[in-house]
Every structure is written in C-alpha cells, then in structure tokens.
C-alpha cells in the first residue's frame, strides 16, 4: 500500500492543479475506481470539475472527500526542487500539494482498493466527492454537488475529508468541527477637511473608534466542550489622503468573526449592529456569510476514525474544531457525521511543502481500518 500511495501521490503532484485548474488528476483518480465498480460522475461548472462516485446502492454510504486543486507554488527561485516535479529527499516527498491534499486523496483511493480486494461484497456503499475548488472562491465545487445530491435525496451517513489536520504525527488530532466564517465591510461615514479646522471637520476614525475597542474588548460567547469562544478581529483599516494635514471623509473597517456553535449568525450581526447605535456612528455596514459552523459530536464516525489510528500508529487522537474553513461546512448539510484526518500541516501553502514517507505509509492504513470499522461489524 505504501508504494502504490506514494506512486499515486507523485502522480497527482506532477500535475500542476492551481486553483480552479484540476490538470486532469480527476480523471486520473477516475481511471482508478471505475475497475473497482464505482460509477464515476464528473460535474463540471464554472471552469470546475468534480467527481462524485458511488460504489454500492445501500446504506450505510461512507464518503471519501477532498480537493485536487493547490495553491499557486509562489516564487520558484525559493523551492530547492521543481514544486510540480515530486522529488523524495531524506525519507521526505516535497512538491505542491505533498501535504494539502494530494496525499489524502491517494491515500483515500489506495485504501479503498485493498477494502474492495479484501470485502467485494461488503455492506453499504463508498463513494468520493473531490473538487478543484476549495482553495479558491468555492462556488462552483463542492457545494455543487452537495446541491445536486441533496436534490436527488442521496442520503450521506459519513464523510471523512482528507485535509492536513495532524500536528507533529500522523493521526494525533483530527477535526470534528470547524468554526463558522463571518466578514464585514464596514464604511464610516465622515467630512473631510482641514485638520486646522476640525471644527469644519468630522474624522470617521474617532466617531467609530470607541465602537472598536468595545468590539475588541467584548465576550461574543464562551464557546462549548467542543469550541473555543468566538473571536472578533479586524484585517484591513484604511483612511485618509496620505497627508497628515487631512482630515480623512471616510474610513474603510474589514473584519471577520469565527465564531463557534454557541452564536448565531444573526447573534452576532444584531450585536454589531447595537454597539454601532449606541456610540452613534454613522455607517454602512455589508456582510459576507462565509460558512457556518459545523460539529461532528462524539459517535460512530469520530469512534470509528479514532479505533483506526489507534490500530495503525498507537496514538489517543485529540479532536479539535481549531483552524480555518474547509469543505465540512458545505457537507455538513447532507451528512450528519463529517471528521477531517489526514497527513501533519506544518507545511501546507508554504514553499517546499512536503511529507513524510512514513505518513504515506500509515494514511490508507487508517482509511482502510475506518472503512473496516463502519462497514464490517
């Protein structure tokens, strides 16, 4: 298994899939369940592929799913090999998307290759959903065809995404959750003068600046046993001229929430919205719902993915609901168990990303032993 992984792994990597491009890894993928009896669908949208196949018609349907496209490579002259050519250094593979996600998904493919060899007729149904868009907008990806399942009335019972969720080893945390994404552009409304003259004058950054320390100061919840508490933080204040005799006429505040399954969407946009009105600044404010939080409670999937790991590397997994979106958030509203495991992510988006070929050893090993634990009993 681990040579056929890591054969498979440089496969995927040569192919250079920047966001939404998918260079034809998806066919690729393709050409390697279709002889295992999976029915290969591939929706395109958008300048999108993705492949939705399904092996079996019964419950329950264990889902594979992940991403084939990566993120630009960066500036060339820094990665010590080609980031599209898979290079093996001192036990390490290094190229673009070695770690997020290309890995995950040979993994993915390879495990259920031995599962068919070793149960042809097994129980329940295994299917994968990968897209080419989840390190872009994630329009037309994997929410698509969450869409046209859901309109179809295709029930998931468990989906395991492949995304780096691992710190220092392979299997010593995975995600039962993620938190939810909230972005705000908030436009303060002033009068531009004279900074002699301010009398002439009103400066957006005073009138909203006690706003944002009480939004900076304040406890939006106390999070949960499964999340951290909700936290608030601005990316971008722009304003002025450039002169320092100017009064700015209007100040230009970003900021996103991840919040936790404790708020609400609509919590957290009426609180803004008070703090705003009560120190009187005049505003306009537009929102962006980026994805809502999911959880994955402790169950047969998070029981069944812990039982793997512990099997193949010895190791008490941690959940954690810790990081950045993912495509769990759009899953999540046709599955009611979504877990994210996959290879350590000290090197996902970085220059020379890479992984370790002991973790491409033990990644199918635990796909393989989930799949045994909710399919075989």
């Given amino acids: 298994m681990t040579t056929d992984t890591l054969e498979l792994a440089k496969q995927l990597i040569s192919r250079p899939s920047v966001t939404p491009d998918d260079a034809g890894c998806i066919d690729l993928l393709s050409e390697h369940l279709r002889p295992l009896g999976f029915d290969c669908e591939k929706i395109s949208q958008g300048g999108v592929d993705n492949l939705w196949a399904r092996r079996g018609t019964t419950s329950p349907l264990v889902v594979f799913a992940g991403h084939t496209d990566v993120v630009p490579a960066g500036p060339l002259d820094q990665w010590h090999s080609d980031p599209f050519t898979p290079t093996i250094r001192d036990g390490v593979l290094y190229g673009r998307g070695a770690s997020d996600m290309k890995s995950s998904l040979a993994a993915f493919v390879v495990a259920i290759e031995a599962f068919v060899k070793q149960h042809p007729d097994h129980p329940g149904s295994i299917a994968v959903l990968f897209t080419s868009d989840e390190e872009g907008p994630a329009i037309d990806g994997t929410v698509r065809v969450c869409e046209a399942l859901k309109d179809r009335g295709e029930k998931l019972d468990y ?33 531009q003068g004279h900074v002699a003259y301010p009398h002439l004058a009103k400066n957006p950054i005073h009138l909203v600046a006690a706003a944002i320390a009480e939004m900076a100061e304040v406890e939006w919840d106390k999070g949960n046993e499964y999340f951290p508490p909700t936290t608030w933080q601005i990316s971008n204040f722009n304003a002025g001229t450039g002169a320092n005799n100017v009064v700015p006429g209007e100040a230009l505040v970003r900021f996103n929430f991840r919040f936790a399954t404790a708020s609400t969407l609509e919590s957290l946009q009426t609180r803004v919205h008070g703090i705003l009105d009560k120190h ?73 990303e890479c992984i370790k070929l002991e973790e491409l050893e033990k990644l199918p090993q635990i796909y393989l032993h989930t799949l045994k634990n909710l399919l075989i009993k």
């Fill in 280 to 352: 009187g600044v005049p505003y306009d404010l537009e929102w962006r719902y980026d994805g809502r939080p999911f959880l994955t409670p402790k169950g047969d999937l998070v029981a069944a993915v812990a039982k793997a790991i512990k099997t193949v590397t010895g190791l008490t997994t941690e959940l954690s609901t810790t990081g950045g979106t993912s495509d769990g958030r759009f899953i999540a509203d046709i599955c009611g168990q979504v877990v994210e495991c996959g290879p350590t992510n000290a090197t996902i988006h970085k220059i020379n």
């Fill in 159 to 191: 989906c395991i995404i492949g995304e780096p969720t691992a710190v220092s080893k392979v299997g010593d945390m995975i995600k039962n959750g993620r938190r939810g994404s909230l972005s705000g552009v908030l436009t303060v409304k002033g009068v």
